[in-house]
């Protein structure tokens, strides 16, 4: 994105609190981190937030060091043992479902059984599809269809658009709603979350959401703008 190095840049040197988000949690923050420096932006570990942490804050502050069956990667599962977490398939609190690059039947049959047992079904994010170079893959969302039509229990999805996970963020940070803005590319996600969180929000141009589809939403962004580079002398 042109100009993304240097908003960045610039967000470090003023010495406001940032955050990225995502709703992917296939990765930790570490991961996403050195992935971000090899596309040319320097964004620390810590300044990087996942669907997959703020489902662990979420599951930490709910049911404090309890049990869950994992369908993911190690962005999630490492999130979760962190805030002490038994990662199990016996009996488990919780089925967690995230992001995974090869989704198992056996898995899936598993979580639905547990699910059936009594298990509390959450998952990261309801995101239906995550691109690939091939095209589009089925993801988080789509794979907690199939685990709800199997079993007629909805899952609690903890990512955007969630407000939940804004709130996570804000807190991470230390961070007001009313001095805080979210920027973002979707007006199904970013946009509805930050309001739903007190924030302004500000929709750049440079990804899912086009100029003529803003009016179809019947809430509007506080801003909105080209690129992240017509930010860049706002900070």
């Known amino acids: 994105m042109p100009g993304a190095d240097e908003f ?7 010495g406001k609190r940032f955050l990225v988000l995502t709703n992917n949690s296939i990765y930790t923050a570490r991961d996403l981190s050195v992935r971000l420096r090899a596309a040319g932006l320097d964004v620390p570990a810590e300044s990087i937030w996942t669907s997959a942490l703020a489902t662990a804050k979420f599951l930490a502050d709910q049911r404090p060091e309890g049990s869950a069956y ?9 999130a979760l043992h962190e805030v002490g977490y038994v990662l199990t398939d016996l009996d488990p609190d919780y089925v967690v479902l995230g992001e995974t690059r090869t989704y198992s039947f056996t898995s ?16 990261t994010n309801p995101d239906p599809i995550g691109p690939s170079t091939e095209g589009s893959l089925p993801a988080c969302g789509a794979v907690a269809a199939m685990i709800t039509k199997a079993t007629g229990v909805e899952p609690y999805f903890v990512g955007k658009p969630n407000p939940m996970m804004m709130r996570s ?8 709603s009313e001095s805080t803005a979210m920027i973002g590319d979707r007006m199904d996600t ?25 009016d179809r939403y019947p809430f509007r962004p506080t801003q909105v703008v080209n690129s992240v580079a017509d930010l860049i002398d706002l900070v």
């Open 190 to 214: 970013d946009v509805v979350c930050g309001i739903e969180a007190g924030l302004n929000t500000i929709l750049v141009l440079t990804g899912v959401t086009q100029k003529d589809q803003i």
């Open 169 to 176: 963020a804000l807190n991470q940070i230390d961070a007001h």
């Open 8 to 14: 960045i840049r610039r967000l470090k040197e003023s």
């Open 108 to 123: 899936i049959t598993r979580a639905i059984r547990l699910i059936d047992n009594g298990a509390r079904f959450i998952a």
């Open 70 to 78: 994992v369908i993911g990667e190690a962005g999630l599962t490492t």
